[in-house]
Structures are given as structure tokens and as C-alpha cells.
Nanobody, 122 residues
Framework: QVELVESGGGLVRPGGSLRLSCTAS??????????MGWYRQAPGKQRELVAT???????NYVDSVKGRFTISNDNAKNSVFLQMASLKAEDTAVYYC??????WGFGNMDYWGQGTQVTVSS
């Protein structure tokens, strides 16, 4: 079973920065992580995509974080990172790591981390 472990959430003042990290473990030999990313869910709202990055380093961001957040990865370590800057109160949410894993005979499978809280408040 693939497991995603996140770290780096916390409380930060508006305008501050945080870095989230996520590492996938438990992949089988021959598995390919085709993409990893970050989603977030604020109270009373649906979960939304924040940023994704493919194994070929193609990135995608939700408009509200463009220019402020940067996603990166370390394919050798099955890890993904989210550098968040110029944080705003509306960035407050639980942030979830996601991985899409291709396994022969099963196709692409989605895995989620347990979530890490990011709170932006003065």
C-alpha cells in the first residue's frame, strides 16, 4: 500500500512563508509515480487543486496561487514540495498531498496523504 506522509504545515502571519513536504513510500518495483501534487480544503468548501507536477516536471497551478507558490519534486526520493510565499488568510486550509501511481495491470491509482493544517492569521 502506497503511503504519503506530509510535513511542514503550521501557523504563519499574513505575508509569511511555509514549505510543505510529502514523501511517498510503499511503491512496488515497476511502479511509476506519474504525478504528485497538493490540494487543499478550507472549512465549508470543496477540496481544490493547488498545484501539480508530473514526473516530467510539467507544473500546473490554480490561478489564486500563481506567482506565490512553487511546486517542485525529487523523483529519486518520491517526494514533492510546495514552497508558499506571500501567504494570505484565504490560503488557510488543510493541505493534502496526492500521488498518481501507474502499476502494470492496474493502471493509474490515486493516493492521498492525511493532510496538514496551514493557518494564516495575525
Amino acid at each position: 500500500q502506497v503511503e504519503l506522509v506530509e510535513s511542514g504545515g503550521g501557523l504563519v502571519r499574513p505575508g509569511g512563508s511555509l514549505r510543505l513536504s510529502c514523501t511517498a513510500s510503499g511503491t512496488f518495483a515497476g511502479d511509476s509515480i506519474t504525478a504528485m501534487g497538493w490540494y487543499r480544503q478550507a472549512p465549508g468548501k470543496q477540496r481544490e487543486l493547488v498545484a501539480t507536477i508530473t514526473s516530467g516536471d510539467h507544473t500546473n497551478y490554480v490561478d489564486s496561487v500563481k506567482g506565490r507558490f512553487t511546486i517542485s519534486n525529487d523523483n529519486a526520493k518520491n517526494s514533492v514540495f510546495l514552497q508558499m510565499a506571500s501567504l494570505k488568510a484565504e490560503d488557510t486550509a488543510v493541505y493534502y498531498c496526492h500521488a498518481s501511481v501507474f502499476r502494470w495491470g492496474f493502471g493509474n491509482m490515486d493516493y492521498w496523504g492525511q493532510g496538514t493544517q496551514v493557518t494564516v492569521s495575525s
